[in-house]
């Protein structure tokens, strides 16, 4: 094996460890390594299990922070031995054992991308759970039709992330497709994932609905925003909340018609509106009406401090909440996200949920 070789390998082993170290410090390893300590003695406690709530955060703290702490330890080993072993196989010239840890090389570079690629989630919020919410635009049949195509997208996405996908609510069109919907995906890092996916989605299709074939432009708008638990302080008075309870709609077996289990809530100072149809129990429902009206309002708080900011940066004033965001072109195979200018043709692989490159992209560019 050539010198030039020989040295590269050495090269990008030395640099994945630098590239480890500098993760460590902006991550704040050693906090997190403390703090993982003591949530696995807190996990280990049986008194814990008493308080089933306390014992869900938990477990989801010590996932989250074994995802950072465990995987530097790994890799930071996985260095260090990659490194020795490779001192000794080009000693011994034995370039078996050097094309091995070159092969381990790229596994370790994977581990780091991943918590690298974490570092563009900057938003407080990220970690959590998220709700998704579809609404057509103006356009009838058809854009109910394209908002129908969206939440399938968006639930095969979720699927393909490994996240639970539940379906909240669900409003059918007149015709054909959804007029809206709300899809919570809980999983790792969901709201950070899916907030980008915030905007106007435009569809531009021969419309099978039209006899005469004709090329229509529709639009839905998406918006995403996370669950927040009860440790983030959203003070809402009841008295501003109207309930109405009424019969989930849609197919959904013999008992789901029968009684008014589906809750909507109405907050009158923001006429912000809520629904949840997707239990049975009307209590469950509610509980979960409002989840989301908590989550709502968080949002529209978050969304206030945001615009307040980007009038201070006029350079950004034309990405604002509710813009067109992705225009994708049916009879052309192409979609193009407009705020980054990443564009795809693989039209069937997107509308399956394959929109990881252009979360990407967006999460690159803090958009």
């Given at each position: 094996?050539?010198?030039e070789q020989?040295?590269?390998?050495?090269?990008q082993?030395?640099?994945?460890?630098?590239?480890a170290?500098?993760?460590?410090?902006?991550?704040?390893?050693p906090?997190k390594?403390?703090r993982l300590?003591e949530?696995?003695r807190?996990?280990?406690d049986p008194d814990?299990?008493?308080?089933?709530k306390?014992?869900?955060?938990?477990?989801?703290?010590?996932k989250a922070?074994e995802?950072?702490?465990?995987?530097?330890?790994?890799?930071?080993s996985g260095?260090?031995d990659a490194?020795?072993?490779?001192?000794?196989?080009?000693?011994?010239?034995?370039?078996t054992?050097?094309d091995a840890?070159a092969?381990?090389?790229?596994?370790?570079e994977?581990q780091i991308?991943?918590l690298e690629?974490?570092r563009?989630f900057?938003?407080?919020?990220?970690?959590?759970?998220?709700?998704?919410?579809?609404?057509a635009?103006?356009?009838?049949?058809?854009?109910?039709d394209?908002?129908?195509?969206l939440?399938?997208?968006?639930?095969r996405?979720?699927?393909r992330?490994?996240?639970?996908?539940?379906?909240?609510?669900v409003?059918?069109?007149?015709v054909?497709?959804?007029?809206?919907?709300?899809?919570?995906?809980?999983?790792?890092?969901?709201y950070?994932?899916?907030?980008?996916?915030?905007?106007v989605?435009?569809?531009v299709?021969?419309?099978p609905f039209?006899?005469?074939a004709?090329?229509?432009?529709s639009?839905s708008?998406v918006?995403?925003?996370?669950?927040?638990d009860?440790?983030?302080?959203?003070?809402i008075?009841?008295?501003?909340?109207r309930?109405d309870?009424?019969?989930?709609s849609?197919a959904?077996g013999?008992?789901?018609?029968?009684?008014?289990?589906a809750?909507?809530?109405?907050h009158?100072?923001?006429?912000i509106?809520?629904?949840?149809q997707?239990?049975?129990?009307q209590?469950?429902n509610?509980d979960?009406?409002?989840?989301?009206?908590?989550?709502?309002?968080?949002?529209?708080?978050?969304?206030?401090?945001?615009?307040?900011?980007?009038q201070?940066?006029?350079?950004?004033?034309?990405?604002?909440?509710?813009?067109?965001i992705?225009?994708?072109?049916?009879?052309?195979?192409?979609?193009k996200?407009?705020?980054?200018?990443?564009?795809?043709?693989?039209?069937?692989?997107?509308?399956d949920?394959?929109i990881?490159?252009?979360?990407?992209?967006?999460l690159?560019q803090?958009?």
């Amino acid at each position: 094996m050539e010198a030039e070789q020989l040295n590269q390998i050495e090269n990008q082993l030395k640099e994945l460890g630098s590239r480890a170290d500098e993760l460590k410090r902006y991550l704040d390893y050693p906090a997190k390594q403390d703090r993982l300590e003591e949530v696995v003695r807190l996990s280990e406690d049986p008194d814990i299990w008493n308080d089933q709530k306390k014992a869900q955060e938990i477990g989801r703290e010590r996932k989250a922070l074994e995802g950072v702490v465990l995987v530097l330890d790994q890799v930071t080993s996985g260095v260090k031995d990659a490194l020795d072993l490779f001192e000794m196989a080009r000693e011994e010239e034995d370039w078996t054992t050097v094309d091995a840890v070159a092969a381990d090389y790229a596994t370790l570079e994977a581990q780091i991308a991943q918590l690298e690629f974490r570092r563009m989630f900057n938003n407080p919020m990220d970690p959590n759970a998220c709700f998704v919410d579809i609404q057509a635009g103006a356009g009838g049949t058809e854009a109910q039709d394209w908002a129908s195509m969206l939440l399938r997208m968006y639930v095969r996405y979720g699927e393909r992330k490994g996240f639970n996908v539940e379906v909240m609510e669900v409003s059918e069109g007149d015709v054909a497709g959804i007029s809206s919907a709300t899809v919570k995906f809980t999983g790792d890092y969901a709201y950070g994932f899916l907030r980008t996916e915030t905007g106007v989605h435009r569809l531009v299709r021969v419309s099978p609905f039209d006899s005469n074939a004709r090329r229509h432009t529709s639009f839905s708008s998406v918006f995403v925003y996370p669950e927040v638990d009860d440790s983030f302080e959203i003070e809402i008075n009841p008295a501003d909340v109207r309930t109405d309870t009424y019969r989930a709609s849609g197919a959904g077996g013999q008992h789901i018609n029968k009684t008014d289990s589906a809750v909507r809530l109405t907050h009158i100072p923001t006429n912000i509106v809520v629904q949840c149809q997707n239990d049975r129990s009307q209590h469950r429902n509610r509980d979960e009406a409002w989840a989301m009206l908590r989550a709502k309002l968080y949002e529209l708080e978050l969304r206030k401090r945001m615009e307040a900011q980007q009038q201070l940066e006029a350079g950004k004033s034309d990405i604002g909440w509710g813009h067109q965001i992705r225009s994708y072109v049916f009879d052309q195979s192409r979609i193009k996200d407009l705020r980054t200018g990443y564009e795809v043709g693989n039209l069937k692989g997107v509308m399956d949920g394959d929109i990881d490159d252009f979360i990407e992209a967006s999460l690159k560019q803090g958009v």
